[in-house]
Antibody, heavy 121, light 107 residues
């Protein structure tokens, strides 16, 4: 079964850091672009970051540039999002998503269940 | 940044009726537009990619059309499980962007 499982969310104070992880199974992880997409409580979807198959290219929405870093470990079938200098407006459910090769750089065909990040004092 | 505007914000329909959802882009996205369905407490699900291609396992009652700046998602006959929020999303330009969503609710 093709699956993405996120972890690492939680409550963090403004200015703090958090590292999200996403573990993939059921497909050849190293063959796909991967993404992070977030959804603030009661709001719509917002793309956050993308990474190429070999990690050579990273792309970010402007609001997280310089604060968030997307990375991957193909040997571990894992995707990461390092989030620094967190702000209240980063509070959201963070989804890991797969990008099919024919729809790069960004149509999302498989989604994880999401992990909640709450930034509050 | 390409802005995607979805209309209407809410669509109130009965099971069996036809649903027509609109997504308008602030500039051409060619045919690089996708549609997703999201139910409460669930992750989004890809329905349509590249404007008119159904994703794997998506019923034929879902269809997409359009190109350039104007796109439509049509649900030919609403089933009870189709009442949800629908989002469009473009992959033509960075940053990737989503529309604000259309809620399809039971009338």
């Amino acid at each position: 079964e093709v699956q993405l499982v996120e972890s690492g969310g939680g409550l963090v104070q403004p200015g703090g850091s958090l590292r999200l992880s996403c573990t993939a199974s059921g497909f050849t992880f190293s063959s796909y672009w991967m993404s992070w997409v977030r959804q603030a409580p009661g709001k719509g979807l917002e793309w956050v970051a993308n990474i190429k198959q070999d990690g050579s290219g990273n792309y970010y929405v402007d609001s997280v540039k310089g604060r968030f870093t997307i990375s991957r470990d193909n040997a571990r079938n894992s995707l990461y999002l390092q989030m620094n200098s967190l702000r209240a407006e980063d509070t959201a459910v963070y989804y890991c998503a797969r990008v099919p090769a024919a729809a790069a750089p960004g149509t999302f065909d498989i989604w994880g269940q999401g992990t909640m990040v709450t930034v509050s004092s | 940044e390409i802005v995607l505007t979805q209309s209407p914000a809410t669509l109130s329909l009965s099971p069996g009726e036809r649903a027509t959802l609109s997504c308008r882009a602030s500039q051409s996205v060619r045919n690089y537009l996708a549609w997703y369905q999201q139910k409460p407490g669930q992750s989004p699900r890809l329905l349509i990619y590249d404007a008119s291609n159904r994703a794997t396992g998506i019923p034929a009652r879902f269809s997409g059309s359009g190109s350039g700046t104007d796109f439509t998602l049509t649900i030919s006959s609403l089933e009870p499980e189709d009442f949800a929020v629908y989002y469009c999303q473009q992959r033509s330009n960075w940053p990737l962007t989503f529309g604000g969503g259309t809620r399809v609710e039971i009338k």
